[in-house]
């Protein structure tokens, strides 16, 4: 059996960036294999508070730990893809085969920022599959002169590129998507769902095409339904709605109709270690080989060394 990578996730709109990368730190001191983070313009609550550059954040991350590490964005609204394909060369040229890219089709949160016009839903998945292109082009070495739908760019090339370009991962959390996907991604990444759910996305990623690449989970965790309340209400809603939404303010006015007990899914919330095993026991049965966990309370040392000690060396092994 080949040992899942168990990676900590980087909360951007929670914590200031100097925190985040000391927690990347303890974080491989205390036996997480893996890295990840968010790359937001905005908090998803003014009680959150931050929103630092992920792309800054990541040149500091790798070099300062050892871990992989990747993120999730949308190009195409907010980041032009030639100038996203550069950044991403440029860190995966200083730190080789460390690098991994996510991409999906955004949120309104962020990408409204320019004024330009939200797309729809098909809008955006055709805008992510020509923002693709044009990146690999570009990793590739060619000169890139591209009229599409979405994009124009004029004689692009990237004088400094790695020797072997990131790997792509959608970002998917609906089974359409995910098949979509499965044809031209290197792998998935999607959220925490239930099992049928999280069945119901592999399966469909590897029927479009995405047999035997790499599947990776993030896990939304807290270890108190106050935790989870405070920090991660607004983020419980249907993804449509998540990816629609245009202000913090708003997200905050809706989070004020979350209950308790519409938390879950959407956030794990156990203080028992061995409930949080059986949990990701569960999902790398589903096919999951790289779990990226994501404590959504402000302590993050407590979460960090409690994984460390009492659920990561449960997940190591048969």
């Known amino acids: 059996m080949t040992r899942p990578l168990l990676g900590y996730h980087a909360s951007h709109e929670q914590f200031a960036p100097s925190d985040l990368l000391r927690y990347a730190r303890l974080a491989e001191e205390a036996g997480f294999t893996a890295g990840m983070c968010s790359d937001h313009f905005n908090p998803w609550s003014e009680r959150q508070g931050q929103s630092g550059f992920a792309w800054s954040w990541l040149g500091a991350a790798l070099a300062s730990t050892s871990l992989s590490y990747g993120m999730v964005n949308a190009p195409g609204q907010r980041y032009h893809p030639a100038i996203i394909a550069q950044a991403a060369a440029t860190l995966a040229e200083m730190f080789p085969g460390r690098l991994w890219c996510a991409f999906g089709s955004g949120q309104y949160l962020n990408e409204h920022i320019t004024g330009h016009r939200w797309p729809t839903k098909e809008e955006r998945n055709r805008r992510l599959r020509e923002a693709v292109d044009v990146m690999r082009a570009l990793w590739a070495g060619e000169t890139v002169t591209h009229r599409g739908e979405f994009f124009t760019v004029e004689e692009a090339k ?5 020797q ?4 792509v991962y959608c970002a998917a959390l609906s089974e359409a998507t995910a098949r979509w996907a499965g044809g031209w991604a290197d792998g998935l990444i999607t959220v925490n769902a239930p099992p049928d759910t999280l069945r119901g996305i592999v399966n469909a990623f590897r029927e479009g095409g995405g ?3 790499p599947l990776s989970l993030q896990v ?6 106050a935790d989870a309340y405070e920090q991660w209400r607004t983020n419980v809603f249907p993804s449509a709605v998540l990816a629609d939404t245009k202000r913090v303010d708003q997200f905050d006015a809706l989070g004020d109709f979350a209950r308790p007990e519409d938390l879950t899914p959407g956030v794990r919330i156990s203080a028992d270690p061995e409930r949080h095993v059986a949990w990701l026991r569960e999902d790398l049965g589903v096919g999951f080989d ?3 966990l994501h404590g959504v309370g402000r302590d993050q040392e407590r979460f960090i060394d409690l994984f460390a ?4 060396p449960h997940l190591r092994t048969p």
């Open 158 to 162: 990237l004088w400094t590129r790695p």
């Open 220 to 225: 939304h965790i807290a270890l108190s339904e």
């Open 211 to 213: 047999e035997g690449k």
């Open 309 to 312: 000690r009492e659920v990561l």
């Open 164 to 167: 072997t370009p990131p790997r």
């Open 290 to 292: 790289r779990l990226y």
